[in-house]
């Protein structure tokens, strides 16, 4: 017997303010709650036995479809009392579904999937589990499903990066699976499908496949979803059930109750839906609209793709585009609503007010006559889904990232950190980070948390005092490295790493939601000025290194400091290891924290020439926030990323010869294994990320940590890149190897690296990743982070979507130059023809 579980107990946090009073599997889409469109589905491919999940506001689902009689079905529910996960949820409801084929489905999806041919694929397959799947084209939000051809599913990944994107083909949540699955998961423990169950019964080899279904599938999952699902339905883009009858009206097409009585002066554009009971005054205008029962829409008013809920008032001359308005909601006259607005139940908005883009309001608000509501027009429209990229947060100075956005975040994070709680805030030297930093204080502040600032400082001083200290948290401001007109906030966990994706996401959750607690007048934080931060890292700083070894090798150095922040520590503590400096740039200016390729060539150049002039044994190079180093040989030649990995891989092995375990990105250079092989170390790869290099020095039993970017991390000192101990660290081997960089350069073996950045649209990286997965099928490859290709004689190529931009990385390394060309050409080739052949409309797979 097959029985359907419906998961409907999810809070919908990102469709507040709609769900502040109701369960997200209630939110009405063409005026029926998305969970009545599940059940008619089921019931459609004659699945009628029911039941229902549930947790959030419990009774309102209870409420609405009783025992499923009215649709044809039987329903039972079941009330978890905790998180049990997805597969531990279903597993709660074993009493009333033992012994039975189960079909599981989300509450908060609209699809029109064919579940039959699921179920009828599934018995065909001989399945255990089958995973029900669709092709998207951003598929960063969901769990990515790599399948063989005969739909064998042979790896999961759950919320991936652009690095791990393989596929555009993604986990709908819909699953058919037999009465011995889900008796492997255990009972009221959290158990996830995609985490924990799925990946065990690979690992148990039991089958496991996937279904390409065909058909319309989208996971409402915010209010920019919410609202393209309801146009998808008046596009025709989706089968569902409407109640009424369709007229053609002066062209349009409207869906409206049977005997509706249209007005003569009525303008209809496009698809309009109209619920029972609706009034329409003279001279409306209606545009791709759906209307829910009772509403009434006075005269010489105009809706525009917008949804209407129940019993809503609308008056005279009033004006909505592109908006979604709660029930039991009073709109005055001369209302101007613009786009992207969300209004919840039991509002009230005053004649004349205007409401500008991006507003959300709460139930039970009130906006007064005459009044204008407002939110910045930028930063709520890029953000309305997502706010980071890993753990940082980086928007256009001033606009996106102004003072309100960032006090609404430091307030969140500092909800998550809790009331009486420490959190340690820095920032670089520009005006705009000063503004950013104090708008967080006050948002920590707000919430309870207590704030060590520690003002200007790189940010290694940072995950030093956090490593060492007892707060919470951390955040740093700063410049973008890479734009001058962005500023990023980086967020930081109670070790100084960087903050760990679940608690990036927990943020997010209370962001959007707006729920988070501000502290009793009496708890509110307070701020300190902690006195020894740079003092402490000094001592640790001077008690990792081997400080009589570089003093006795006198070397004469110059220094760019980039006019950052470590200008204002370093000078001290290079003074002590008896090193002559000249230093450039060695003030603080916040305007020229962000180099732009030409400058950094230029600077470079300088620097080259100032040390060959000079006959200095080394040029070094910070960026502004003191993490990466950038180096110059003493024969005044700049030494690229790639090859300084590779020459400070061999100084460490040379002067550091109990040296066992290294770890370097994905993408680093195979002369890294050359050396390895040479001095019998052990090559961990990691993702090319700095968190991933982080984790390897935190967690894992390492000697050195390289990064390809001039990041070094010596987890003897600590878990993170620092330009300052890199260079005393660089310093220190030279002085016990007695080998300068150009010795070393001649004794690394040298390999051609060839890298091409290619345009590539978003919606369009994860069909060229799975296009590239079946192409590379039957080579030597692995996928830790992209697709990384092994060819005979040690040529590999490596294949990555940027994760930032709309960038696809193709980078190719080989013995010989003009292979290494060949190769990347072939994949530019490729890549670009799918790229035109998509853009002309000859795509003949479904997207």
């Given at each position: 017997?097959?029985?359907?579980?419906?998961?409907?107990?999810?809070?919908g946090?990102?469709?507040r303010?709609?769900?502040?009073?109701?369960?997200?599997?209630?939110?009405p889409?063409?005026?029926?709650?998305?969970?009545?469109?599940?059940?008619r589905?089921?019931?459609?491919?004659g699945?009628?036995?029911?039941?229902?999940?549930?947790?959030?506001?419990?009774?309102v689902?209870?409420?609405?479809?009783?025992?499923?009689?009215?649709?044809g079905?039987?329903?039972?529910?079941?009330?978890?009392?905790?998180?049990?996960?997805?597969?531990?949820?279903?597993r709660?409801?074993?009493?009333?579904?033992?012994?039975?084929r189960?079909?599981?489905?989300?509450?908060d999806?609209l699809t029109?999937?064919?579940?039959?041919?699921a179920?009828?694929?599934?018995?065909?397959k001989?399945?255990?589990?089958?995973?029900?799947?669709?092709?998207?084209?951003?598929?960063?939000?969901?769990?990515?499903?790599?399948?063989?051809?005969?739909?064998?599913?042979?790896?999961?990944?759950?919320?991936?990066?652009?690095?791990?994107?393989?596929?555009?083909?993604?986990?709908?949540g819909?699953?058919?699976l037999?009465?011995?699955?889900?008796?492997?998961v255990?009972?009221?423990?959290?158990?996830?499908?995609?985490?924990?169950?799925?990946p065990?019964?690979?690992?148990q080899?039991?089958p496991?496949?996937?279904?390409?279904?065909?058909g319309?599938?989208?996971?409402?999952?915010?209010?920019?979803?919410?609202i393209e699902?309801?146009?998808?339905?008046?596009?025709?883009?989706?089968?569902?059930?409407?109640?009424?009858?369709?007229y053609?009206?002066?062209?349009?097409?409207?869906?409206?109750?049977?005997?509706?009585?249209?007005?003569?002066?009525?303008?209809?554009?496009?698809?309009v839906?109209?619920?029972?009971?609706?009034?329409?005054?003279?001279?409306?205008?209606?545009?791709?609209?759906?209307?829910?029962?009772?509403?009434?829409?006075?005269s010489?008013?105009s809706?525009?793709?917008?949804?209407?809920?129940?019993?809503?008032?609308?008056?005279?001359?009033?004006?909505v585009t592109?908006?979604?308005?709660?029930?039991?909601?009073?709109?005055?006259?001369?209302?101007?609503?613009?786009?992207?607005?969300f209004?919840?139940?039991?509002?009230?908005?005053?004649?004349?007010a205007?409401?500008?883009?991006?507003?959300?309001?709460?139930?039970?608000?009130?906006?007064?006559?005459?009044?204008?509501?407002?939110?910045?027009?930028?930063?709520?429209?890029?953000?309305?889904s997502?706010?980071?990229?890993?753990?940082?947060?980086?928007?256009?100075?001033?606009i996106?990232?102004?003072?309100?956005?960032?006090?609404?975040?430091?307030?969140?994070?500092?909800?998550l950190?809790?009331?009486?709680?420490?959190?340690?805030?820095?920032r670089?030297?520009?005006?705009?980070?000063?503004?950013?930093?104090?708008?967080?204080?006050?948002?920590f502040?707000?919430?309870?948390?207590?704030?060590?600032d520690?003002?200007?400082?790189?940010?290694?001083i940072?995950?030093?005092?956090?490593?060492n200290?007892?707060?919470a948290?951390?955040v740093?401001?700063r410049?973008?490295?890479?734009?001058?007109?962005?500023?990023?906030?980086?967020?930081?966990?109670?070790?100084?790493?960087?903050?760990?994706?679940?608690?990036?996401?927990?943020?997010?959750?209370?962001?959007f939601?707006?729920?988070?607690?501000?502290?009793?007048?009496?708890?509110a934080?307070?701020?300190?000025?902690?006195?020894?931060?740079?003092?402490?890292?000094?001592?640790?700083?001077?008690?990792s290194?081997?400080?009589?070894a570089?003093r006795?090798?006198?070397?004469?150095?110059?220094?760019?400091?980039?006019?950052?922040v470590?200008?204002?520590?370093?000078?001290?503590?290079?003074?002590?290891l008896?090193?002559?400096?000249?230093?450039?740039?060695?003030?603080?200016d916040?305007?020229?924290?962000?180099?732009?390729?030409?400058?950094?060539?230029?600077?470079?150049?300088?620097?080259?020439?100032?040390?060959?002039?000079?006959?200095y044994?080394?040029?070094?190079?910070?960026?502004?926030?003191?993490?990466k180093?950038?180096?110059?040989?003493?024969?005044?030649?700049?030494?690229?990323?790639?090859?300084?990995?590779?020459?400070?891989?061999k100084?460490?092995?040379?002067s550091?010869?109990?040296?066992?375990?290294?770890?370097?990105?994905?993408?680093a250079?195979?002369?890294v294994?050359?050396?390895?092989?040479?001095?019998?170390?052990?090559?961990?790869?990691?993702?090319?990320?700095?968190?991933?290099?982080?984790?390897?020095?935190?967690?894992?039993?390492?000697d050195?940590?390289?990064?390809?970017?001039?990041?070094?991390?010596f987890?003897?000192f600590?878990?993170?890149?620092?330009?300052?101990?890199s260079?005393a660290?660089?310093?220190?081997?030279?002085?016990?190897?007695?080998?300068?960089?150009?010795?070393?350069?001649?004794?690394?073996?040298?390999?051609?690296?060839v890298?091409?950045?290619?345009?590539?649209?978003?919606?369009?990286?994860?069909?060229?990743m799975?296009?590239?997965?079946?192409?590379?099928?039957?080579?030597?490859r692995?996928?830790i982070?992209?697709i990384?290709?092994h060819?005979?004689?040690?040529?590999?190529v490596h294949?990555?979507?940027d994760?930032?931009r709309?960038?696809f990385?193709?980078?190719?390394?080989s013995?010989?130059?003009?292979?290494a060309?060949?190769?990347?050409?072939k994949?530019?080739?490729?890549?670009?023809?799918?790229?035109?052949?998509w853009?002309?409309?000859?795509?003949?797979?479904p997207?």
């Amino acid at each position: 017997m097959l029985k359907a579980v419906i998961m409907a107990g999810g809070f919908g946090t990102r469709l507040r303010p709609l769900t502040s009073k109701i369960p997200k599997p209630m939110v009405p889409i063409m005026n029926k709650p998305m969970i009545e469109h599940i059940v008619r589905l089921l019931v459609a491919h004659g699945i009628k036995e029911i039941v229902v999940l549930v947790f959030y506001h419990p009774n309102v689902i209870k409420n609405f479809l009783k025992d499923g009689r009215q649709f044809g079905a039987s329903i039972q529910y079941v009330k978890a009392d905790a998180d049990y996960g997805t597969a531990g949820s279903v597993r709660n409801a074993y009493d009333l579904l033992k012994g039975s084929r189960v079909l599981v489905i989300s509450g908060d999806v609209l699809t029109d999937f064919d579940l039959g041919k699921a179920v009828e694929y599934h018995e065909a397959k001989g399945s255990k589990a089958t995973l029900v799947l669709t092709r998207v084209n951003d598929p960063l939000q969901f769990g990515l499903v790599i399948t063989e051809e005969d739909g064998k599913i042979v790896r999961f990944l759950e919320k991936p990066t652009w690095g791990e994107v393989f596929s555009d083909t993604v986990n709908t949540g819909i699953y058919v699976l037999e009465p011995e699955v889900l008796e492997m998961v255990p009972y009221r423990e959290e158990y996830d499908f995609s985490k924990q169950l799925f990946p065990q019964m690979l690992k148990q080899r039991m089958p496991l496949y996937g279904y390409a279904a065909e058909g319309y599938w989208r996971d409402v999952g915010n209010l920019n979803e919410y609202i393209e699902a309801q146009l998808d339905c008046l596009d025709n883009r989706v089968s569902v059930t409407t109640e009424g009858k369709t007229y053609e009206f002066n062209g349009a097409k409207v869906v409206a109750p049977a005997n509706f009585e249209f007005p003569q002066s009525l303008s209809v554009k496009g698809t309009v839906v109209l619920g029972s009971n609706v009034t329409i005054g003279e001279n409306v205008q209606l545009t791709d609209t759906i209307v829910g029962d009772n509403c009434s829409i006075s005269s010489y008013s105009s809706i525009h793709r917008s949804i209407l809920w129940d019993c809503i008032l609308i008056g005279a001359h009033s004006k909505v585009t592109g908006d979604v308005i709660g029930s039991n909601t009073i709109v005055g006259e001369d209302v101007d609503i613009e786009e992207n607005v969300f209004i919840s139940d039991d509002c009230i908005i005053g004649k004349r007010a205007h409401i500008r883009p991006n507003v959300k309001l709460w139930p039970k608000k009130v906006v007064d006559a005459g009044a204008t509501l407002s939110r910045s027009l930028v930063w709520e429209d890029k953000w309305l889904s997502a706010i980071f990229t890993d753990a940082r947060v980086t928007g256009t100075s001033n606009i996106e990232m102004n003072p309100e956005f960032a006090a609404k975040l430091g307030a969140a994070f500092g909800s998550l950190l809790g009331i009486g709680k420490y959190v340690v805030c820095s920032r670089d030297s520009d005006t705009v980070s000063r503004m950013i930093n104090r708008s967080l204080i006050v948002g920590f502040m707000s919430a309870g948390t207590n704030v060590y600032d520690l003002r200007t400082e790189p940010i290694p001083i940072v995950r030093h005092e956090l490593r060492n200290g007892k707060s919470a948290g951390g955040v740093h401001v700063r410049k973008s490295p890479l734009d001058p007109d962005l500023t990023d906030i980086i967020f930081l966990g109670p070790d100084g790493r960087d903050l760990p994706a679940s608690n990036v996401r927990a943020i997010e959750r209370l962001f959007f939601g707006e729920e988070f607690a501000r502290a009793p007048q009496d708890q509110a934080g307070d701020i300190f000025f902690p006195e020894r931060t740079n003092e402490s890292y000094r001592e640790d700083f001077i008690k990792s290194l081997d400080i009589q070894a570089i003093r006795d090798r006198r070397f004469n150095i110059v220094i760019d400091y980039s006019h950052g922040v470590a200008s204002t520590l370093f000078p001290t503590i290079v003074g002590s290891l008896g090193v002559r400096v000249v230093a450039l740039n060695a003030y603080l200016d916040p305007k020229r924290l962000t180099k732009t390729s030409r400058q950094l060539e230029k600077d470079l150049a300088q620097l080259e020439d100032i040390v060959k002039s000079l006959g200095y044994d080394f040029g070094f190079m910070f960026d502004a926030g003191g993490e990466k180093v950038f180096a110059v040989s003493g024969r005044g030649e700049f030494v690229n990323e790639d090859r300084l990995l590779s020459i400070i891989t061999k100084l460490f092995a040379v002067s550091e010869p109990d040296t066992k375990r290294i770890a370097v990105p994905f993408s680093a250079s195979r002369e890294v294994d050359l050396i390895a092989e040479e001095h019998n170390l052990e090559v961990v790869r990691t993702k090319a990320t700095h968190q991933a290099l982080m984790n390897a020095a935190f967690e894992g039993d390492f000697d050195f940590v390289g990064g390809t970017k001039g990041g070094f991390i010596f987890p003897k000192f600590m878990f993170a890149s620092d330009a300052m101990f890199s260079v005393a660290k660089i310093l220190e081997m030279t002085a016990k190897s007695g080998l300068t960089l150009s010795e070393l350069d001649k004794m690394v073996p040298k390999l051609h690296m060839v890298k091409k950045n290619m345009d590539c649209p978003w919606s369009e990286k994860g069909s060229i990743m799975r296009k590239l997965i079946e192409l590379t099928k039957d080579e030597k490859r692995e996928t830790i982070d992209g697709i990384k290709v092994h060819y005979d004689g040690g040529t590999w190529v490596h294949l990555l979507p940027d994760k930032e931009r709309p960038l696809f990385h193709i980078n190719a390394e080989s013995l010989n130059g003009d292979l290494a060309q060949s190769v990347v050409d072939k994949f530019e080739s490729r890549i670009a023809s799918w790229l035109s052949d998509w853009a002309d409309g000859n795509r003949k797979e479904p997207k």
